[in-house]
T-cell receptor, first 114, second 115 residues
Framework: NAGVTQTPKFQVLKTGQSMTLQCAQDMNHNSMYWYRQDPGMGLRLIYYSASEGTTDKGEVPNGYNVSRLNKREFSLRLESAAPSQTSVYFC?????????????FGDGTRLSIL | AQKITQTQPGMFVQEKEAVTLDCTYDTSDPSYGLFWYKQPSSGEMIFLIYQGSYDQQNATEGRYSLNFQKARKSANLVISASQLGDSAMYFCAMRPTSGTYKYIFGTGTRLKVLA
């Protein structure tokens, strides 16, 4: 019953450092998503992937890259971290057969950029 | 462009009373789904309830019901018999049934249940 697993749960970086947030789902879902959550702004879509091998930009893609490694895994990379990227990051997945399926979320990664 | 609006940043409700959390949306898609999620202070996102744009009846899930008024483009969440454990952030979300797989989220409403 793992669902969506995100690693790490917490991370502190210095400005300019790089890191990759990992996400894996075991529900055989087609679509995967990366969001950031900031106070008062809800969840904003960074990137999503409708299927293995495809990725598309969301609302706030600048400063991020993604890789859909296979059907299970979808990683988010910060090449040169900036303080504005301090946020809580959520990975989600969904099965999009009929469009009526909710997203399943990981527990989030709390990222601080100093 | 699609948009979800939640105009209530914070709400209070007395324990055991009902509360309505507002959600209005804007879309040009003919077919879409509406979702509500709960985010307790522990941070996880919990799916609560779904309403399809062509569903004839309002969705219900236990103490949660959705007051769907398509002409007004509103999909308000009603929580009956509030419990202390209902204190959380609540997010309304929408996505088209076909085409793009993007979900659009509102900014959320923080609900506090008072003993």
């Amino acid at each position: 019953n793992a669902g969506v697993t995100q690693t790490p749960k917490f991370q502190v970086l210095k400005t300019g450092q790089s890191m990759t947030l990992q996400c894996a789902q075991d529900m055989n879902h087609n679509s995967m998503y990366w969001y950031r959550q900031d106070p008062g702004m809800g969840l904003r879509l960074i990137y999503y992937s409708a299927s293995e091998g495809t990725t598309d930009k969301g609302e706030v893609p600048n400063g991020y890259n993604v890789s859909r490694l296979n059907k299970r895994e979808f990683s988010l990379r910060l090449e040169s971290a900036a303080p504005s990227q301090t946020s809580v990051y959520f990975c989600a997945s969904s099965f999009d057969g009929l469009g009526n399926q909710p997203q399943h979320f990981g527990d989030g990664t709390r990222l601080s950029i100093l | 462009a699609q948009k979800i609006t939640q105009t209530q940043p914070g709400m209070f409700v007395q324990e055991k009373e009902a509360v309505t959390l507002d959600c209005t949306y804007d879309t040009s898609d003919p077919s879409y789904g509406l979702f509500w999620y709960k985010q307790p202070s522990s941070g996880e996102m919990i799916f609560l309830i779904y309403q399809g744009s062509y569903d004839q009846q309002n969705a219900t899930e236990g103490r949660y019901s959705l007051n769907f008024q398509k002409a007004r483009k509103s999909a308000n969440l009603v929580i009956s018999a509030s419990q202390l454990g209902d204190s959380a952030m609540y997010f309304c979300a929408m996505r088209p049934t076909s085409g793009t797989y993007k979900y659009i989220f509102g900014t959320g409403t923080r609900l506090k249940v008072l003993a």
